[in-house]
């Protein structure tokens, strides 16, 4: 398992440009998030390495993992500790080949119990299950059981659980197996990022880990 995986929590993920992107990363790393995902689906290169050498820098100070969603190609030009890839993303043998064997590669199940299996079997660093629960960022996303979280137990691999999760929804989802929440709108859509990051964080034991 890859150093930056062995400890559970909040998987922080951006959602397209923002003036004050940094400054909302390095509010939720404060309120303990373990992953950064920069989701931005803007044909802005320029501003997207920008953005995303700069977080590359404060997750390295926080000691987080900077996952790129999607990009493999950026996810290699500002050394990012790995991407995280769709259903209609390039493979995951193709994202290994452009950035190691060390790097962080999740993928997207859904509610798919058969391609979590398969994506496991194919290298796959942690599988993401998803929607928990409705979703302001992709509203039409299928739904997904907590029992998913469960029954994956047996996979190997850490499991992340995304969906309309908030403070209020997510105890469950930790009881069901989740190691990380992921959580875009109920982190970066509120006044005090660190005080929601503060909130998910809690949720998991002080000093907890992840064992495969």
Known sequence: ?????????????????????????????SGGARLVQYRDKTADHSRRHQEASALRLLCDRHGAALIIND???????????????????????????????????????????????????????YIAFGAFFPSPTKPLARRASPDLLRQSAALGVPRVAIGGITPENAGSLVSAGADYL??????????????????FTDLYPPHSGISR
């Open 1 to 29: 398992m890859h150093p930056k995986l062995k400890h559970p929590g909040l998987y922080a993920i951006t959602d397209g440009p923002r003036a004050d992107l940094l400054e909302a990363v390095a509010a939720a790393l």
């Open 71 to 125: 990009d493999i190609r950026l996810a290699a030009a500002v050394h990012a500790d790995g991407v995280h890839l769709g259903e209609t993303d390039p493979a995951l043998a193709a994202a290994r080949d452009v950035l190691g064997d060390h790097a962080i590669i999740g993928v997207s199940s859904y509610d798919s119990l058969e391609r979590a299996r398969d994506m496991a079997g194919a290298g796959a660093d």
């Open 182 to 199: 992921a959580v875009i709108s109920a982190l970066f859509a509120v006044a005090d990022v660190r005080a929601a990051a503060q909130r």
